[in-house]
């Protein structure tokens, strides 16, 4: 089963729009992190939110937490080429939990055109 | 700096054949992860370990196997290739057990014909 669904799965823009992405489940999590993923390379870490409601920012990306701590959100304003990539969302169910516990989801593969 | 190193990079492997990957990271961490990805999977986590000398089966360990004889470095092995372990394999490592960045290495591509 997976736990956490990403949508949309893919998505082409041109440079310069806004776009939101987004991270579903119906479980609840104690934390969710914000990965990109460029060709080639592994995931790095963006940013992670842990506080139903919490909003996070860094640069143009904004990331936002449900208030349920069911879903996650990533806003991009400006759309930039260098924007380009995979990005993940990751949770944990519970603090308690270690990351081997961790769930990934699939991931929404952004393009910028320039 | 280095932080999480794979290697090999890429590897073509005939069904049968075995083969291991290393990952070694200048971290000191504690945590060491072994993950494939695979289209519309997303990271599925194979192995891991908590410490020098431990390891525990992930999600996915069936046809894997693992060693962390040294803190920084973490091994898997493939003892039997099959073409159901085509994938790309990324090791991460972290300082913290449950929360905090994983920090994932560049990935090695493995094709098993």
């Known amino acids: 089963t997976q736990l956490l669904e990403q949508s949309p799965q893919f998505l082409s823009i041109q440079e310069g729009e806004n776009l939101t992405v987004y991270c579903n489940s119906s479980s609840v999590f104690s934390s969710l992190q914000w990965y990109r993923q460029e060709p080639g390379e592994g995931p790095v870490l963006l940013v992670t939110v842990v506080t139903g409601g919490e909003v996070k920012k860094l640069k143009r990306l904004t990331f936002q937490f449900g208030d349920a701590r069911k879903d996650s959100s990533l806003h991009i304003t400006a759309a930039q080429p260098g924007d380009t990539g995979l990005y993940l969302c990751?949770?944990?169910?519970?603090?308690?939990?270690?990351?081997?516990?961790?769930?990934f989801g699939t991931g929404t593969r952004l393009t910028i055109i320039p | 700096n280095a932080g999480v190193t794979q290697t090999p990079k890429f590897r073509v492997l005939k069904t049968g054949q075995s083969m291991t990957l290393l990952c070694a990271q200048d971290m000191n961490h504690e945590y060491m992860y072994w993950y494939r990805q695979d289209p519309g999977m997303g990271l599925r986590l194979i192995h891991y370990s908590v410490g020098e000398g431990t390891t525990a089966k992930g999600e996915v360990p069936d046809g894997y196997n693992v060693s962390r004889l040294k803190k920084q470095n973490f091994l898997l092995g493939l003892e039997s290739a099959a073409p159901s372990q085509t994938s790309v394999y990324f090791c991460?490592?972290?300082?913290?057990?449950?929360?905090?960045?994983?920090?994932f290495g560049e990935g090695s591509r493995l094709t098993v014909l």
């Open positions: 990751a949770a944990n169910r519970g603090a308690n939990f270690g990351n081997e516990k961790l769930t």
């Open positions: 991460a490592s972290n300082k913290v057990r449950n929360t905090g960045e994983l920090f």
